[in-house]
């Protein structure tokens, strides 16, 4: 089992910045991919951006130059979000796969792009 927690979600400006952390606990050991999806309302869920143990990062095109996604260690996932637009307004949802190829989602945060 593999436990994922979520922070940094919140309200921000049109340009502004956030950056949104996604821990892993239990059997972290397991987790190979590690990523971000989101859903907005009324829409399907979407993959964000995603990064392998090894480092190699893919990101959906509507991000890409904007957003970066960093694994600061097997546990640990971070994305960093810049010149956010109001289209990026959504919950996120950390996503972690195992080697065993089981699939978890953390709890989501809400990411509200405002003026």
């Known amino acids: 089992q593999v436990q994922l927690v979520e922070s940094g979600g919140g309200l921000v400006q049109p340009g502004g910045s956030l950056r949104l952390s996604c821990a892993a606990s239990?059997?972290?050991?397991?987790?190979?991919?590690m990523g971000w999806y989101r859903q907005a309302p009324g829409k399907q869920r979407e993959l964000v951006a995603a990064i392998s143990g090894g480092g190699t990062a893919n990101y959906a095109d509507s991000v890409k130059g904007r957003f970066t996604v960093s694994r600061i260690n097997a546990r640990t996932v971070k994305l960093q979000m810049n010149n956010l637009k109001p289209e990026d307004t959504a919950v996120y949802y950390c996503?972690?796969?195992?080697?065993?190829?089981?699939?978890?989602w953390g709890q989501g945060t809400q990411v509200t792009v405002s003026s």
């Open positions: 239990g059997s972290s050991f397991s987790v190979n991919v």
């Open positions: 996503n972690a796969n195992t080697f065993g190829g089981y699939v978890y």
